[in-house]
């Protein structure tokens, strides 16, 4: 991994299979979340109490809060086998009617990104959540027939970035949205604690205190910091995962003392320097840090939002007088801030 994406809350090939071993595999054992847990537990409670599958769930939130992970605890939890598909992954109909027509009753079907699913698939997938049926197509052109395929009781669980991007007619199949928030530093802490363990590596607890509130409110984050601490310990620090270590890792990886990213201060800077603070559109800003308007509205954005740097305003994104603040920059002294 390249050192600029230690903070990126996206997973790569390697890190997924880390992060397999730390995933928590029961509703119980996740961190946090408290609102959506308590939604989870009732639906699924109310699935085992009349021998069903689960009603339909969507996870919606930024990246590295536990989309993936509550997917895996919902087929858990209903005794079901996990069925893994994206968006991207399904492009046309007839991939989607392949998978389906192999659902076995009890299986949940995970569809990661569900807002790059392409239209005829969208449209596929709603028929068979509500009614438990899909057409397939069997020949082609003129000849070609639909045989219609009921599907045994399965759940669907959809995880987005976006769920403002959800046609209204796919939103509404679901029974019900789970919005995932930002952690808290303190439950962080507890992700910490419980990785390190599973690690075999006591972290010390200055050193749980201080990596939590750098990991910009994101299990991911915390637990590849962790990562990070351990290596440090390893080959420059007495192995112990201890303050020292976690200062000298966080400083090997240029983790602010937000927890910022590079590409977070990237969009801090352009929104001060280039654009005076704004207001400005997302896509000018995007082409501003060389990202697409996606990567910058759903992975840097929220966070900074949520920190009271930057704040959506009906004519665009604008810094607020504490991005100056972090920056170490003057404010402007035309008054045009907002705070
Ligand atoms: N609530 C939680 N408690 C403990 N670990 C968590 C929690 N949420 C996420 N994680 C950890 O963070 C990592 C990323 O979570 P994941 O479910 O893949 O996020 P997403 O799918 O939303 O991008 C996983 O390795 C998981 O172990
Ligand atoms: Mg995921």
Same mark, same amino acid.
């Given at each position: ?49 009349? #021998?069903?599958?689960?009603?339909? &769930?969507?996870?919606? @939130?930024?990246? #590295? ?19 893994? +598909? ?47 049926? &899909? ?5 082609? #052109? ?20 976006? /769920?403002?991007?959800?046609? /209204? ?11 995932? !928030?930002?952690?808290?530093? /303190?439950?962080?802490?507890? $992700?910490?604690?419980?990785? /390190? ?8 607890? !200055? ?21 990070? &601490? ?15 270590? +976690?200062?000298?890792?966080?400083? $090997? ?27 400005? @559109? ?12 996606? +990567? ?11 920190? @009271? ?18 920056? #170490? ?5 035309? @008054?045009?801030?907002?705070?």
């Amino acid at each position: 991994m390249a050192e600029d994406e230690v903070l990126t809350a996206g997973a790569d090939e390697v890190e997924r299979a880390a992060e397999a071993a730390l995933r928590p595999r029961r509703l119980e054992d996740f961190v946090g979340q408290e609102v959506v847990r308590e939604q989870l537990s009732l639906v699924l409670d109310a699935a085992r109490a009349r #021998g069903t599958a689960p009603d339909h &769930v969507l996870l919606s @939130g930024p990246p #590295g809060l536990g989309k993936t992970t509550l997917a895996m605890i919902i087929a858990n939890e209903a005794e079901g086998a996990l069925r893994l +598909t994206s968006g991207p992954a399904i492009q046309h109909a007839g991939d989607l009617a392949a998978i389906l027509s192999s659902v076995q009753e009890r299986d949940v079907l995970f569809i990661d990104e569900i807002h790059r699913l392409a239209r005829p698939a969208e449209e596929m997938l709603y028929l068979a959540m509500e009614d438990f049926r &899909v057409d397939v197509v069997v020949g082609k #052109g003129p000849g070609a027939t639909a045989i219609p395929l009921t599907l045994p009781r399965f759940t669907v669980v959809g995880a987005t970035t976006r /769920a403002g991007l959800l046609p /209204a007619p796919l939103r509404d199949r679901f029974g019900f949205t789970g919005h995932l !928030e930002f952690y808290s530093p /303190a439950e962080l802490e507890q $992700v910490l604690h419980r990785s /390190a363990r599973l690690l075999g590596a006591p972290l010390d607890p !200055e050193a749980a205190r201080e990596l939590a509130s750098r990991s910009r409110g994101t299990p991911r984050i915390a637990n590849r910091l962790l990562r990070r &601490v351990q290596d440090w310990a390893q080959v420059r620090g007495t192995g112990a995962l201890d303050l020292e270590a +976690t200062h000298g890792a966080l400083r $090997v990886f240029e983790v602010d003392g937000l927890g910022l990213d590079r590409l977070d201060r990237a969009v801090l800077r352009a929104l001060c320097e280039r654009f005076g603070g704004g207001p400005v @559109g997302l896509t000018t800003l995007a082409v501003a840090v060389g990202e697409e308007p996606e +990567t910058v509205e759903t992975v840097a954005e929220p966070f900074l939002v949520r920190e @009271g740097l930057v704040a959506r305003t009906p004519r665009g994104r604008v810094a607020t007088a504490a991005a100056y603040d972090h920056l #170490g920059l003057a404010r402007p002294d035309d @008054g045009a801030l907002w705070t």
